[in-house]
């Protein structure tokens, strides 16, 4: 059995740049997931229980369904440039942990 | 002229595959073009892996016959994606080499993890491309205008899907699908334009015209789905399967690090939301343009509504710009399908060789040379599985597959993805009964679900269901059972084996972190024994 040893073994878990690359990552991924699987489910639910809300125009003849729908998209996009934006520190991290 | 476009196209994707043979000398260009994808590339590859013929086609269809359910639909599709960027592509990018079995196994060190991963990858692959398949032909030979039966067209894709693969690897495969989503993404952007054009610049005056056509509830919820939970559970189905889809996963090991493999996504996230946002336009317009009648008439899914908004929007039937319309778009759509089918193919053969063959068989000794042959005798074994299953299911209505090969990845592939990252207790027994667990899950509630069992009237005598009784099960997917129950399988077993401890599991956990937060060593091999 060839384990391979990574560089800094065990000693990597005491290193402190690692320690906060985990611990902000963790958080970082938690508060996402969360956030954008609760604002996804929103949209099937009130699809199956709220469908006069749904059919209810807001912008000519754009419903609030279509709006919350395109809204989804945009909030895909926002939450993968935070992302992007949040993994330069996460990057910035990884290196000082590997040093 | 159709024949003529699509003859060009598949020209084109051949004469791509000949170059890329001259580069395909490994077994890692074979498996993943060598790692030497760029971002931008494979971000539209993996675009174009995922607008399949049932997107494309499908999407503006169920639009175009059923409103405001039909483009919900699309949302969760994209969503999806956000799953994918946080949490997976970049760890597994940074801990295996070719498969999701090699991210397993560098931490659990377990040989039968292998086995077990490889073998989900195989089923939900199977699946996703017998629908496929059998979709290929239904669509073959309506776009030729019934000139292609489906028992010719099955063949013929599965040909050429086969030589893509086995003269090109995945370098080619990869090529065939950037140059299909490009196709598609124009021909997509220029009927958009066209259609605002007709619309006065404003989606509110399309809307108003499907109202008027339609009545007002095609612009609100509930025209297609009466069941909210059996939408929810599909939801689930999609935002977390996409995660765990073989396919897709391969792609991040295209690239050259986990950075290109973040990148990768978020170009794909901007292709494909950009492409289902005019996925409301088309499907809207086809309405309004073509109409309900005409379209549900050519294909009762919607299949042709696409199409036959390219014709309306180009002139209409009859005149050079529609056929001309009609028949690129219909190319567009024979191309994404053959793209599609490829990369599932090369996913599939790709997990057999290296984590079947070389992994489990071989104890990870294999040379390069064997490697190679038997990566390309299993491309052609799965391609040849892949036609007699599609010829054997061709007048079944197989659609509901997808949706099974999207349940299965997230209710077998996840849990155990997940576990594997992030908890540091988790075993290899664990993992096995996750991934066990998990497909029997969802074998079991679709085989007594509406899609297998129910009553069909007497007068239905194609696509007739297999069991003829009530459905015991009553959702049409499993997700929002059968993924709590991939978790609890990978707990239980979690918990069973703990009593087996190896003393250096903590050790292993650590690694295993260290190198899929930070990438480091990540050159260095991946044993694929031990």
């Known amino acids: ?99 | 002229m159709t024949f003529l476009l699509a003859a060009v196209i598949v020209a084109i994707t051949l004469g791509i595959t000949f170059w890329a043979s001259r580069r395909n000398t490994s077994t890692s260009d074979f498996y993943v073009a060598g790692g030497k994808i760029s971002a931008g590339q494979n971000g539209i590859a993996i675009a174009g892996d995922y607008m399949s013929a049932a997107s494309f086609l499908g999407i503006t269809g169920l639009i175009a016959l059923n409103g405001f359910d039909g483009f919900m639909y699309s949302v969760g599709w994209f969503i999806a994606y956000l799953t994918v960027l946080f949490i997976v592509a970049e760890p597994l990018r940074n801990l295996g080499k070719y498969t999701l079995a090699d991210m397993l196994v560098y931490r659990l060190r377990d040989p039968r993890v292998r086995m077990y991963a490889a073998l989900s990858t195989i089923v939900v692959s199977t699946f996703y491309m017998i629908a496929q398949v059998v979709g290929a032909g239904t669509l073959i030979s309506l776009l030729s205008g019934g000139v292609l039966k489906p028992s010719v067209a099955i063949p013929l894709v599965g040909v050429l899907m086969i030589i893509y693969v086995v003269v090109g690897g995945m370098l080619a495969t990869t090529w065939v699908q950037i140059v299909k989503a490009t196709l598609l993404m124009f021909a997509t952007v220029v009927m958009s334009v066209l259609i605002l054009n007709r619309f006065g610049w404003s989606f509110s005056n399309l809307l108003g015209a499907a109202e008027a056509k339609n009545g007002a509830e095609f612009l609100g919820a509930g025209l297609k789905y009466k069941n909210p939970v059996d939408l929810i559970s599909l939801g689930l189905a999609l935002v977390l399967g996409t995660a765990g889809l073989p396919h897709i996963l391969v792609r991040f090991y295209t690239v050259p690090t986990a950075q290109d493999a973040r990148k990768s996504v978020v170009w794909a996230m901007v292709l494909i939301g950009a492409f289902y946002v005019m996925t409301a336009l088309m499907g809207n317009a086809a309405n309004v343009l073509v109409g309900k009648e005409a379209i549900a008439t050519a294909n009762a899914a919607g299949n042709m509504a696409a199409p036959l908004l390219a014709q309306a929007l180009f002139g209409g039937a009859g005149t050079v710009g529609g056929e001309f319309g009609l028949a690129f778009v219909t190319a567009v759509a024979f191309a994404t399908i053959l793209a599609v089918v490829a990369g599932l193919t090369i996913a599939a053969s790709t997990s057999f060789t290296h984590d079947i063959f070389n992994g489990v068989m071989r104890g990870g000794k294999a040379s390069e040379g064997e490697q190679f042959r038997v990566a390309r005798l299993a491309t052609v074994a799965v391609g040849i599985v892949a036609i007699v299953l599609g010829l054997l299911a061709q007048t079944q209505n197989v659609a509901f597959l997808v949706a099974l090969a999207f349940a299965i990845a997230a209710s077998a592939n996840v849990p155990v993805i997940l576990f594997t990252l992030f908890w540091r207790k988790f075993n290899a027994t664990g993992a096995i009964w996750g991934i066990v667990g998990g497909i029997l899950t969802c074998l079991t509630l679709i085989a007594i679900s509406p899609n297998i069992m129910g009553i069909d009237p007497p007068e239905k005598t194609t696509g007739r269901r297999p069991i003829q009784a009530q459905a015991i099960f009553p959702l049409e997917n499993p997700g929002i059972v059968s993924i709590p129950a991939g978790f609890a399988f990978a707990v239980i077993g979690t918990l069973i084996g703990a009593s087996r401890r190896r003393e250096d599991e903590d050790q292993l956990f650590e690694e295993m972190q260290f190198r899929a937060y930070t990438g480091a060593g990540m050159d260095g091999t991946v044993a694929a024994h031990d």
Do not use: C, H
Request: no cysteine; aromatic share 14%; proline share 2%.
């Open chain 1, 1 to 99: 059995m060839t384990v391979s040893q990574v560089q800094s073994g065990s000693s990597s878990v005491r290193n402190s740049a690692f320690q906060q690359l985990v611990a902000e990552r963790v958080r970082f991924t938690v508060v996402m997931t969360i956030t954008f699987l609760v604002l996804y489910f929103l949209l099937p639910l009130l699809a199956g229980y709220n469908k006069p809300l749904m059919a209810q125009k807001v912008l000519g003849n754009v419903t609030f369904g279509y709006l919350m729908a395109f809204a989804e998209f945009v909030m895909g996009w926002i939450l993968a440039a935070l992302y992007v934006r949040k993994a330069r520190t996460f990057d910035r991290l990884a290196l000082e942990a590997q040093r």
